[in-house]
């Protein structure tokens, strides 16, 4: 935690180094209200679009739960993803009420891992496409074009070690040491439903293509965002500052992505002749906005606490049948 702050902070304090803080300053008065609650509600149907790949995964799993519960499950995951020093809280908060829910933590582990792997697979493969159509936009700047490159082909080497987790999670299955826990069996449950969800092609490709659609969402809220600040950006140039800022945002050494967006978003929109002030307002404005909508999963934390207290009160002080008033 110490590291990801510091690395986090130090990005950030350079950022800021270069940026111009009066111009920086004077992004704010000047903001679209409209375009900033369209941001706010692109932001919110990315949540419900994601909830809908997870619920179809586990329908196809016949986990018949509800999508209003993914959804707010989602919410709450999302907000501890913000609210803690890591970009995986929520999926193991995710994975901790899908498995009190259905009681099997193997299909839970692999249905959001699935859920995310399909994410990830749009994500790089959007930000192809977005290289290809910027590809000249990088000029002689052959060190940037190259950086950008790696990044990709990093991602899409993650992406085939994923395709091949039912066999690498069924092959430590086999380790032969002791088998304290059960661990043996709980990796097969996970290799085999992680097998059941890639064997589903049809909920598979399904899922897929709502993953396009998120991404799309993710992108149409950084479009909209800079349209809020009066920024003029290309939304072929957007579709590749988001992904890549994402990709690299996954290496565990930012605090919830600070400081990688920033860097990545006044390192490319450079190009554009945009300056320092106007990158990193635009990534905090986008950062805002997904930690304005992840604090609906506090509400919704806090509305289950209150609920449940109700009903556990009313449980508590009902006399039984045979008790004399």
């Not at 609650?37 to 932001?43: K, R, T, W, Y």
């Not at 009420?97 to 582990?109: D, K, W, Y």
């Not at 965002?225 to 950006?233: E, K, R, S, T």
């Not at 390192?267 to 990534?283: D, I, K, N, V």
Request: glycine residues 8%; proline residues 4%; without cysteine.
């Amino acid at each position: 935690m110490v590291v990801r702050v510091a690395v986090s902070a130090a990005l950030l304090g350079y950022v800021l180094l270069k940026a111009d803080l009066p111009s920086f300053l004077a992004r704010w008065p000047g903001i679209s209200q409209p375009l900033l609650a369209l941001a706010l509600a692109l932001q919110l149907a990315g949540v419900f679009i994601s909830s809908l790949k997870w619920w179809l995964l586990l329908r196809a799993a016949e986990q018949l739960v509800p999508y209003l519960w993914t959804v707010r499950t989602y919410l709450v995951g999302q907000f501890f993803s913000n609210f803690l020093p890591t970009s995986i809280g929520g999926d193991a908060v995710r994975v901790f009420r899908l498995n009190q829910r259905v009681g099997r933590l193997g299909l839970a582990i692999a249905s959001v891992f699935v859920e995310r792997i399909t994410g990830f697979l749009a994500l790089t493969i959007i930000g192809w496409i977005a290289l290809g159509l910027n590809f000249d936009r990088f000029g002689d700047n052959w060190q940037l074009r190259w950086a950008m490159i790696w990044v990709l082909l990093a991602a899409s080497g993650g992406l085939l070690l994923a395709l091949s987790a039912p066999w690498t999670v069924g092959m430590l299955s086999r380790l032969p040491l002791p088998n304290v826990i059960d661990w043996r069996g709980k990796l097969r449950s996970m290799a085999d439903a992680l097998a059941q969800f890639y064997a589903d092609r049809g909920t598979l490709a399904l899922v897929v293509l709502l993953a396009f659609g998120y991404q799309i969402s993710w992108i149409a809220v950084n479009i909209a965002a800079a349209q809020a600040l009066i920024m003029d950006v290309p939304g072929s140039f957007i579709a590749l500052m988001a992904p890549i800022s994402d990709i690299v945002g996954l290496i565990p050494i930012f605090f919830n992505n600070l400081g990688a967006r920033e860097g990545i978003y006044t390192l490319l929109l450079s190009l554009l002749g945009l300056p320092a002030a106007q990158a990193l307002a635009l990534a905090l404005l986008v950062f805002g906005a997904r930690l304005l909508v992840s604090l609906l999963g506090g509400v919704v934390l806090l509305l289950e606490s209150v609920i449940g207290a109700r009903r556990g009160g009313q449980v508590a002080v009902e006399p039984s049948s045979t008790e004399q008033p």
